[in-house]
């Protein structure tokens, strides 16, 4: 991707990187207060999760060690911020008024949220309860590795995706799905897979902007159809366990997450993304 090295940057990012030991946090007094009235607005208990951590960490004095990094990884979190504030002004075209920015969290290991602890085994995830998008840059090197999708148009996929999470929260998206699932436990899966669909084709919508404005360089397309596949649950299983279960599934298979980015992609047009038509 070619990004202007004197771009404008998104000011929306939260580095919790150097934050306790391992990328855990600690929280004092009036944290737990906030995580208090946040589980009741919840329904979940987010303050136990937080208070058994802290008492299992090693117990340390002094000020937290300074952050160690690398040029390189810096060199990605400027690239993100540049990423981030791509998006938010390509949703702000496309939503007017209606678009609020999220913030990106990038941490090491744990990191409260308002949708409980996050974890960077659970890859990169976005939280409807406070707007924010949380990422381990670890993971990237996942989806190097483990994953065999390299690129920097992939990460770009992996974040897009996120916030087009966002923008189903701002829609309205994100909330009726989830009173459908309550009303329906049984379909709860497939109305999961839907919505996972459709945050794939809002990362086409932005990466079609990108094509427009000469950002995407030959092969980048491909990179995030590589990576969509790649995380696709038939994919997972099958590396996880040998077996395949579409009955389980909660984001598509491999096949259905690169046609929604494609799709996305090819008509940089929110409307062609209405998984839950097509899936009717």
């Known amino acids: 991707m070619r990004w202007n090295p004197g771009g404008e940057q998104s000011q929306n990012v939260e580095d919790r990187r150097g934050a306790g030991m391992g990328g855990r946090s600690t929280i004092g007094l009036g944290g ?7 589980s009741l607005i919840f329904g979940r208990d987010l303050v136990s999760p937080v208070l058994q951590q802290q008492a299992e960490a090693p117990q340390t004095t ?3 060690p300074p952050l160690e990094t690398t040029p390189q990884e810096e060199a990605k979190v400027k690239e993100l911020r540049f990423m981030l504030r791509d998006l938010e002004l390509t ?5 007017g008024g209606r678009y609020q920015e999220p913030r990106l969290v990038l941490f090491r290991g744990a990191t409260p949220s308002a949708c409980g602890m996050g974890e960077s085994a659970m890859g990169p995830f976005y ?3 406070d707007r924010k998008v949380y990422l381990d840059l670890e993971f990237f090197d996942q989806l190097d590795r483990r994953f065999g999708a390299p690129g920097d148009f992939a990460q770009a996929y992996v974040i897009a995706h996120e916030v087009g999470h966002h923008v189903q929260n701002l829609l309205g998206i994100e909330r009726q799905v989830r009173a459908l699932q309550q009303q ?3 379909q709860a899966n497939q109305l999961s897979v839907l919505m996972e669909l459709q945050a794939d084709c809002f990362a086409g919508v932005w ?3 990108t094509a427009q404005r000469d950002i995407l360089e030959p092969g980048d397309a491909e990179e995030g159809l590589r990576a969509a596949s790649a995380i696709g649950d038939d994919a997972l299983q099958r590396q996880s366990s040998g077996r395949v279960r579409p009955e389980s599934f909660t984001h598509g298979s491999a096949a259905q997450r690169g046609e929604w980015l494609r799709r996305g992609l090819e008509t940089g047009d929110i409307k062609s993304c209405d998984t839950f038509k097509a899936g009717s």
């Open 32 to 38: 737990v207060v906030i995580l208090f009235v946040l």
């Open 207 to 209: 990466g079609h902007s």
């Open 184 to 186: 329906s436990p049984r």
């Open 62 to 64: 002094g000020q937290a």
């Open 91 to 95: 949703w702000a075209n496309l939503l």
């Open 127 to 129: 939280c409807p309860g």
